[in-house]
């Protein structure tokens, strides 16, 4: 793996492309499990690992997959990563097994896994592909972790579960639920485009 | 053999399928043991827990357990005595908001006063309908009077938004924001009583 270029892939799927607010992959899951960091962060760590591992896998077999079966093995692969990871979590971790509920295996419905399978893990090598998947799940978990925050703070008043706001405070019952993550997401997306579209103007008149 | 030859193609797809699928088979035989083991205190820590019993960790929980629990007639039912007195612990499941509520709920063989109520399972609203499982709203019912085998919700706009500590009264308060979950859990609750009535007179 080159160096220049892994950090290049790194740059791209924190920020240039990320997957959440410029590729606009995984939102279901965004709306779903953002109103407490802890199911966030088992969420988006599973997420993670499975790109990873299922780019690593698929790009590993590129040169033995039919074109026609493409999507097949790639559906076959993906699940595989996700069921193991809600086999171990059940084994080992069963309150958050508990808490995340069917959404481990909604993990398999998340766009960015087949996108990164499709996009990447097809024309280039394993180890490049791994971290690919790996960096893409990084660039989702952050944004995610962000928006969790948020949601959790002014929705529950904690964080991490821990108390922060003082006993008066009153919860915003609307942060809990569905629609916030829509606004939070559309806030993160209109930060995010706007500093990249006065990056992008300034840079071009640098070069005048 | 050519890769785009129907019989390669079908090879391939069929030896991919077997080797993960024997892949999760050995992961999930492997594990099998210990998620039993989890699923078992889930049941056990609320059991006792419905019927007021501390105890502390995996190890403890087992041994309370065994010590002061034995099993009912009727499948999911428990019988115990706690402090010189008799109950009847049953699980119940019942449709919530959004999927099932699996509670374990502990009271007299009679079904007139409750010991406790533990929720094993729920998928109701985070921070809305899954308040059901804290503490504030299962103590209402802990020694909570239950007149003919009924426990009154005030749901909605009845619900004072705070914990009923009338154990007298037969009533508890919904937790407010989640009236549906709440209507939802009383039904439970009076089914699990009349389980109890039905176990604990055969006694």
């Known amino acids: ?208 | 053999m050519k890769k785009d030859s129907m019989l390669y193609v079908v090879l391939f797809t069929f030896a991919v399928c077997a080797v993960f699928t024997l892949a999760l088979a050995i992961a999930n035989e492997g594990t099998k043991d210990l998620v039993a083991a989890n699923a078992e205190f889930a049941t056990q820590s609320a059991v006792l827990g419905a019927l007021g019993v501390p105890f502390d960790g995996k190890a403890d929980a087992a041994a309370r357990f065994a010590e002061t629990v034995g099993a009912g007639e009727a499948p999911r039912s428990w019988l115990a005595t706690v402090g010189g007195a008799d109950y009847v612990a049953v699980e119940q499941s019942g449709p919530g908001l959004w999927g099932t509520i699996v509670v374990i709920l502990a009271a007299t063989p009679d079904g007139e006063r409750i010991r406790g109520v533990r929720v094993v399972s729920q998928n109701e609203t985070p921070g809305l309908g899954g308040r059901i499982a804290e503490p504030w709203f299962l103590g209402q019912y802990e020694g909570e009077r239950s007149p003919g085998g009924r426990v009154g919700m005030r749901a909605g706009a009845e619900s004072s938004g705070a914990a009923d500590s009338d154990k007298e009264n037969g009533r508890v308060d919904g937790v407010s924001g989640a009236t549906r979950t709440s209507q939802s859990f009383a039904a439970i609750v009076d089914a699990a009583l009349a389980r109890v009535k039905e176990s604990g007179g055969e006694r």
């Open chain 1, 1 to 208: 793996m080159k160096a220049p270029k892994a950090v290049a892939i790194l740059k791209d799927n924190l920020w240039a492309n990320n997957p959440i607010f410029i590729q606009i992959l995984g939102i279901c899951s965004t709306l779903a499990v953002t109103n407490s960091l802890n199911n966030t962060l088992v969420m988006t760590v599973g997420v993670a690992l499975t790109t990873a591992f299922s780019s690593l896998t698929l790009s590993a077999l590129k040169d033995l997959i039919p074109r026609k079966v493409r999507m097949i093995v790639q559906v076959v692969v993906i699940s595989f990563y996700v069921i193991l990871i809600d086999i171990l979590l059940r084994a080992y971790l069963p309150e958050a097994s508990r808490q995340l509920g069917p959404y481990v295996g909604l993990i398999i419905t998340n766009c960015i896994i087949m996108g990164r399978a499709e996009a990447f893990a097809q024309a280039n090598p394993p180890l490049l592909s791994f971290w690919d998947g790996l960096t893409s799940g990084l660039g989702y978990m952050a944004v995610l972790m962000a928006i969790a925050a948020v949601r959790e703070l002014l929705g529950f008043g904690t964080l991490f579960g821990l108390r922060v706001m003082p006993e008066g405070f009153v919860p915003w019952t609307i942060m809990i639920m569905a629609p916030s993550a829509f606004f939070l997401v559309a806030m993160v997306m209109w930060w995010a485009k706007s500093v990249q579209a006065r990056r992008q103007t300034a840079g071009k008149e640098a070069k005048k």
